[in-house]
């Protein structure tokens, strides 16, 4: 229990980090500055070091409290590294060949009070006539250095009302982005049992396995006496 009375709650997080290259010769040296796993305001981060093997992955873990009092809870994962082929690392000009991954995720707590909405983000790939497939962004898009595709995707963002009564939103606050660059505002109001979806299309380059591609949706409205988020 803390100091205002909410209740501390023990939590067990959990981290890999995988070698998904398919040759099997292509080990990836990590570079023990670049990888590591944190809980924002908790604790110091976990650095990680060594070689994984093709096919292989490294797995850790925290456990630790989290104070109930506190909404939202972050965590942030990142490997990088350089490609090992037998004994050499790639780790300089002009053979460089970096491999990297960065993963952020946001821990929502669910009150007794909370409204009934959700906010949902989706990448998925499309096909040769330009239609939207199942077939999700993450890890299904291949690297091919040298020889270079623009894969088409598609970005979703998908706000969604469950109560019985439409929920106003805040048009300013409820946005969705991608790499951190505003596409678009949610409409003023969310209706009863209503979900809405905005899509935006775009290409990632095969050749390019370092750029971020970070999408993510805010809803922020209210209902009667009440804040929804």
């Known amino acids: 229990i803390n100091a205002n009375g ?9 981290w890999k980090m995988c070698n998904t290259n398919i040759p099997s010769n292509e080990s990836v040296r990590m570079d023990p500055t670049q990888s590591y796993a944190k809980i924002k305001g908790v604790t110091q981060p976990i650095h990680k070091g ?3 093997k093709q096919g292989k992955c490294r797995k850790f873990e ?30 300089a000009e002009p053979e460089i060949r970096k491999c990297e991954d960065k ?4 821990l929502r707590l669910k009150y007794s009070n909370d409204c009934k909405v959700q906010a949902s983000t989706a990448c998925v790939l499309k096909d040769a006539n330009g239609d939207e497939t199942d077939v999700p962004c993450d890890g299904n898009i291949e690297y091919t250095y040298p020889t270079c595709t623009d894969v088409p995707v598609r970005y979703k963002f998908r706000a969604c ?3 019985d009564h439409v929920i106003r939103l805040n048009t ?20 009863a049992m209503q979900c809405i979806t905005h899509t935006h299309d775009a290409v990632m380059n095969s050749c ?12 922020k409205g209210t209902k009667p006496n009440k804040e929804c988020r």
């Open 6 to 14: 909410f209740p501390l709650i023990k939590v067990k997080y959990l």
């Open 62 to 91: 925290i456990q630790t409290l989290i104070d109930s009092e506190v909404r939202y809870h972050k965590l942030e994962t990142k490997m990088m590294g350089y490609l090992k082929i037998g004994q050499k690392v790639y780790n």
């Open 50 to 52: 060594g070689t994984i």
């Open 208 to 219: 390019d396995n370092t750029s971020p591609s970070y999408y993510s949706l805010f809803l």
């Open 161 to 163: 009302n469950f109560e």
């Open 103 to 106: 993963v952020k995720y946001q």
């Open 172 to 191: 300013k606050k409820s946005k969705y982005k991608l790499n951190k660059e505003k596409l678009g505002n949610l409409e003023s109001e969310l209706k």
